[in-house]
């Protein structure tokens, strides 16, 4: 499964974004799909934003994106998307797709995309 993120760029503080994940390969396999993101600077871990299962009957977010973001998923396209509102400067980060796939011989492994940058300034 290859994974393609876009939508990503500079924007003011309480403006919105809408990132997408474009999923392409044997997408069939895609149990669960989740955005996580990194700040920039030294030590900085990636963090789970939000995840949603194949079936969309299971959404997650962090407490720091509950209310101001949505995770949705577009099944015909292959397309996730994170709808980002009220950006905060400290939602600036890298964003990345990620994807835990079925794989061969009912291995699970996960799939990520290259990232696309969010900058939220004031």
């Known amino acids: 499964v290859r994974l393609v993120e876009s939508g990503g760029g500079l924007v003011q503080t309480g403006g919105s974004l809408r990132l997408s994940c474009a999923a392409s390969g044997s997408t069939f396999s895609i149990r669960t799909m989740a955005w996580y993101r990194q700040a920039p600077g030294p030590g900085k871990q990636r963090e789970l934003v939000?995840?949603?299962?194949?079936?969309?009957?299971?959404?997650y977010y962090a407490d720091s994106v509950k209310s101001r973001f949505t995770i949705s998923r577009d099944g015909a396209n292959d397309t996730m998307y994170l709808q980002m509102s009220g950006l905060k400067r400290e939602d600036t980060a890298k964003y990345y797709c990620?994807?835990?796939?079925?794989?061969?011989?009912?291995?699970?492994?996960?799939?990520w995309g290259q990232g696309t940058l969010v900058t939220v300034s004031s």
């Open positions: 990620n994807a835990v796939v079925d794989g061969v011989g009912g291995l699970r492994y996960d799939s």
């Open positions: 939000a995840s949603i299962t194949s079936g969309r009957s299971i959404i």
